[in-house]
Antibody, heavy 127, light 107 residues
Framework: QVQLVQSGAEVKKPGASVKVSCKASGYTFTSYDINWVRQATGQGLEWMGWMNPKSGNTGYAQKFQGRVTMTRDTSITTAYMELSSLRSEDTAVYYC????????????????????WGKGTTVTVSS | DIQMTQSPSSLSASVGDRVTITCRASQSISSYLNWYQQKVGKAPNLLIYAASSLQSGVPSRFSGSGSGTDFTLTISSLQPEDFATYYCQQSYSTPYSFGQGTKLEIK
């Protein structure tokens, strides 16, 4: 079945970096984007960015520009999200999610939605 | 950036009730609107995409409507497993912003 399996929980000190992995299985890895979404405890969902595993192209939310890097290794169907210069406000659960593009009939722009999600990786930033 | 605002932020209802959650975009997003359900401690689950298309495997009691700036998610007859938090998300332009969520609780 289609699934995304994420790496385990991380504890980091302020100023450090964290790299979270997301292994895809059950579908052609290079045919769908991978998005990253985070959620602080008791808070809502925050979209961080996307990556096209085929081309390696990425798009990041302005808030994370300069601190986030999304990469992939197609040989092992795994996507990565690295966040640097960590601060306490980065403590959250980080999710990867498969992004689907659907071309509407007669339309120009594709619909886009996230249909498969990983279970999440808890990142705790604490001194 | 496009801001998404949901109402209400929380809602109490009973099993069997019909429930409607509203989502408003700060500018027109056509039908580029998705709805997700999230249960405590779990990842979000896609319910509706393109404003009104039901994701495969999602019960037909869930429906979505709207276009432009105003959208609704309706649950026709609440079931015990529907008590969760619901998020709308726009996919018209990046950053793909979410609403703040609507927590649906048992009355």
């Amino acid at each position: 079945q289609v699934q995304l399996v994420q790496s385990g929980a991380e504890v980091k000190k302020p100023g450090a970096s964290v790299k979270v992995s997301c292994k895809a299985s059950g579908y052609t890895f290079t045919s769908y984007d991978i998005n990253w979404v985070r959620q602080a405890t008791g808070q809502g969902l925050e979209w961080m960015g996307w990556m096209n595993p085929k081309s390696g192209n990425t798009g990041y939310a302005q808030k994370f520009q300069g601190r986030v890097t999304m990469t992939r290794d197609t040989s092992i169907t795994t996507a990565y999200m690295e966040l640097s210069s960590l601060r306490s406000e980065d403590t959250a659960v980080y999710y990867c999610a498969r992004g689907v593009k659907l071309q509407p009939q007669g339309g120009t722009y594709s619909y886009y939605y996230m249909d498969v999600w990983g279970k999440g990786t808890t990142v705790t930033v604490s001194s | 950036d496009i801001q998404m605002t949901q109402s209400p932020s929380s809602l109490s209802a009973s099993v069997g009730d019909r429930v409607t959650i509203t989502c408003r975009a700060s500018q027109s997003i056509s039908s580029y609107l998705n709805w997700y359900q999230q249960k405590v401690g779990k990842a979000p689950n896609l319910l509706i995409y393109a404003a009104s298309s039901l994701q495969s495997g999602v019960p037909s009691r869930f429906s979505g409507s709207g276009s432009g700036t105003d959208f609704t998610l309706t649950i026709s007859s609440l079931q015990p497993e529907d008590f969760a938090t619901y998020y709308c998300q726009q996919s018209y332009s990046t950053p793909y912003s979410f609403g703040q969520g609507t927590k649906l609780e048992i009355k």
